[in-house]
């Protein structure tokens, strides 16, 4: 069973980041879950919640490429668990958002009216630039370290 005091502050922690507390709170449990997963039976008793708070939880999670299925032969109920290799893949996606901005730096540094400070800009396309730069090299280097 998972720790309710992590389930509680992952919960708060994804709600900080835009994201529905339920979602956090069943991220939380996932992370601490067993090899085979939690069914959304066991998820909404541990989370003392309805099995509708932890279906649109799971559905969430797994649009964001955060949980899976766990197969379980046998067995009726689908079993859900964190996804592996999840992390790396969240952070691609956040990183091509990051594109955004650097382009929207340089748009508005190209488009600067006359006698426009243009620092913050730069600060802004020479902080992404680099971003850009060393995100694939530590992703590289992540891979190369999973085993």
């Given at each position: ?26 991220l939380g449990a996932l992370l601490q879950a067993p090899a085979t997963g939690h ?39 689908g079993r859900y668990r964190a996804r592996p290799g999840a992390w790396a893949a ?58």
């Open positions: 069973m998972p720790n309710s005091q992590f389930v509680e502050r992952a919960g708060m922690l994804l709600e900080m980041l835009g994201m529905p507390r339920m979602t956090g709170r069943v069914t959304p039976a066991e998820l909404a008793g541990q989370l003392q919640v309805s099995r509708a708070a932890i279906s649109g939880a799971l559905q969430h999670l797994k649009l964001m490429g955060l949980s899976e299925n766990v197969p379980n032969p046998g067995e009726r109920a969240l952070t691609e996606q956040g990183n091509r958002k990051l594109q955004t901005l650097h382009g929207l730096a340089d748009e508005g540094l190209q488009t600067l009216p006359e006698g426009a400070d243009p620092t913050a800009l730069e600060e802004m396309r020479d902080f992404y630039a680099l971003w850009l730069e060393l995100f694939p090299v530590m992703l590289r280097e992540w891979q190369e370290r999973r085993p």
